[in-house]
């Protein structure tokens, strides 16, 4: 939702923000400015409605400045267009603003009676005519002052025209984070910008202001006291946020599953002995995650959005069975409206790649505030929600920079699966060993991973024979159910064609009217539990002339005459079949993707990280 980058040193400004811009462009690729500080307090903007790569054309090879802010947008407030590209300027106040700020409506009329005119249709500009409306040559107090009378959420930096050289910060809901290198201080919305320049960062904390000079970062709070900001540092290279030969990012992703799932699973596998036995156990130890968040529970909740949603779908089918405890998955943006019930029994768990999704966010503050035990799946280290959580499972997949989420998926299912076996063995319901067996065939799925990532060509040459599809449709039961909301949503986010995921059962009350011949069907039939009756379910769209494609365990045993293509799984117990039928379905997404010719990484209209409602 927009990303967002300052810089203010002895390096040349074009340069910092303009890659930085590049690498944020994940969160919003609609338009895309910068503004720089250009001698005697002029303050020079270039903006245009298109992707970095257009603004990198517009800006002079021999533009000089060493301060200066740029935004690359995913529009909320007003259409997509040159007048509501960012920065945006009003008197002395020049700023980009990541966030929605909420009663823009009745600042506008306010701020119009004194004779400011807003020239665009956003939110954003609302917010430079009150800070500068506010500003007498004070700026923390001025944008103090804004602070208190904006609702919403926001990450601004803001330049003033007579304080050249120097950038001010301050966030709500919005992330921002920032680095002092020996040539400048920098802060962006996300360290994927700041990673070339330093490994160590900090993260602005809400409701501090960051004062950004040549030589330093001085953070004070909204009544001036200064604050130290706590550093922390990345364990990932520049190379991880680049896509290292690969043709996308998702590609990449894609491919490095077998690693990230390496990353969340080995560190946390522990030695027991009992008996003389030694077992090798999920131990959160190191997390601070004790063993009693599981026991006396009466319910879990899961809540999330998207693709963070459906690893939540895998959770409850391992909780439910392993712990027989009820659990329910809420979608994040639905979940505070729906009047939860929450006690002190109840654990949320809130799941997220970016750690900074609005939805998922508020529902952690909602759980947080009924006295319900908390515990967050996150991917990025110091994000809002692994901040505001009192318990935190980071899932180490490292940096995803394509929107269509792959790694961070996989990982946040071997957070379940971890999770549920251990929860499990702390509340008696499984035996040591049963834990521990469990526990080596999450371990043993690695491999198998790596062997579907192999098969690229065969899942290209399936591809083939979706690229005019209008209509799909993924079809499974149980296990296989949760994974089709995943491929479907992974299909129709970067292909754009329609699709929806049916648990099999399901189509003959309705949906069976939609199969017409040739209506592409991704059938999945790993669980064995199922099969008879999904064989059942493949016969009846494939009496109607679908065009079946099957992801099937090896022994499955399906007859040919029911599928046109079948996709044979490496053996695995079903239970760890949805880590391979996952990747089988991300790289038919992405070939299609690929082959109908459009952009895989940035697919149009959506953005990585939604923090807005
Ligand atoms: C996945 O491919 C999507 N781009 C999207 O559904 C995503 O999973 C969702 O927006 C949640 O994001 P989060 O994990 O960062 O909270």
Redesign the pocket.
């Known amino acids: 939702m927009c990303g967002i980058i300052g810089f203010t040193g002895c390096g040349r400004a074009k340069d910092v923000l303009l890659s930085g811009l590049s690498a944020l462009e994940y969160r919003g690729y609609d338009s895309a400015g910068i503004s720089c500080f250009t001698g005697d307090g002029k303050i020079t903007t270039i903006k245009s409605v298109g992707k970095v790569s257009k603004l990198k054309t517009q800006v002079p090879e021999e533009f000089s400045s060493t301060c200066g802010i740029g935004h690359t947008r995913w529009a909320t407030h007003g259409g997509v267009s040159q007048a509501n590209a960012h920065p945006h300027s009003c008197g002395r106040v020049t700023l980009i603003h990541n966030g929605i700020i909420e009663n823009y409506l009745c600042l506008r009329d306010e701020l119009s009676a004194t004779g400011r005119t807003p020239v665009s249709g956003t939110d954003s500009e609302i917010a430079a005519m009150l800070i500068d409306s506010l500003y007498t040559g004070d700026a923390r107090a001025a944008i103090a002052a804004a602070a208190a009378r904006l609702e919403g959420a926001y990450a601004f930096c803001i330049l003033f025209s007579d304080q050249p050289e120097k950038i001010y910060c301050i966030r709500k809901g919005s992330p921002l984070v920032a680095c002092q290198t020996k040539m400048g201080s920098i802060i962006a919305s996300d360290m994927v910008a700041l990673l070339r320049y330093s490994k160590d960062y900090f993260v602005l904390e809400e409701d501090l202001i960051a004062c950004l000079t040549h030589d330093e970062i001085t953070v004070t709070t909204l009544d001036g006291r200064t604050v130290a900001p706590d550093y922390l540092t990345v364990t990932w290279d520049v190379s991880s946020a680049q896509k290292n030969g690969f043709n996308h990012y998702m590609e990449k992703e894609i491919h490095e599953q077998p690693d990230a799932l390496l990353r969340t699973i080995t560190p946390r596998l522990v030695k027991y002995v009992e008996n003389g036995e030694s077992y090798m156990l999920p131990d959160f130890t190191a997390d601070g995650i004790p063993d009693s968040l599981f026991l006396g529970l009466s319910r879990i909740v899961i809540t ?7 690893a939540g779908m895998m959770g409850k089918i391992l909780f439910e069975e392993l712990l027989h405890i009820p659990v329910t998955v809420d979608i ?1 943006s639905e979940f505070r409206y729906q009047n939860p019930i929450l006690s002190e029994d109840t654990l949320v768990i809130t ?7 609005a939805d ?1 966010l508020a529902a952690l503050r909602l759980a947080t505030e009924s006295g319900a035990r908390t515990l967050s799946i996150v ?2 280290k110091g994000s809002s ?1 692994a901040r505001e959580s009192a318990h935190v499972f980071y899932t180490h997949a490292g940096p995803e920079i394509a ?4 790694k ?2 996989t990982a ?1 299912l071997a957070a379940f699966y971890m999770i549920a076996f251990r929860a499990a063995f702390a509340a008696r319901r499984l035996s040591i060993g049963e834990c521990a067996e469990y526990t080596k065939g999450l371990s043993l799925m690695i491999p198998a991973l790596t062997k579907v990532l192999e098969r690229g060509e065969e899942f290209a040459a399936i591809s083939r024979h979706l690229i005019k599809a209008t209509d799909l449709f993924f079809i499974g039961r149980g296990m296989d159910y949760a994974l089709s909301c995943e491929g479907s ?2 299909l129709k ?1 970067i292909t754009y064609i329609h699709s929806e995921a049916y648990a099999a059962g399901e189509l003959k009350h309705g949906t069976l009217s939609l199969i017409a011949p040739d209506v592409p069907v991704i059938a999945l039939a790993t669980q064995h539990n199922v099969l008879a009756k999904m064989v059942s379910n493949i016969k009846e769209v494939r009496a109607r002339g679908a065009f079946v494609i099957l992801v099937a365990a090896k022994d499955a045993g399906i007859e040919p005459e029911l599928y046109d293509f079948c996709i044979e799984l490496p053996e695995t117990s079903d239970r760890f079949a949805p880590f391979t039928a996952a990747a089988v379905l991300q790289l038919i997404a992405y070939h299609t993707s690929f082959l109908r010719g459009l952009d895989v990484d940035q697919p149009r209209h ?1 953005a ?3 923090t807005v409602e």
């Open positions: 999330a959005c998207g693709t963070a949603m459906h994040a799941v997220s790649q970016s750690g900074e999704t998922t991917n990025v929600i929107v269509a989420s792959t961070a998926y946040q949503i992974k986010e959506l990585k990280s939604v």
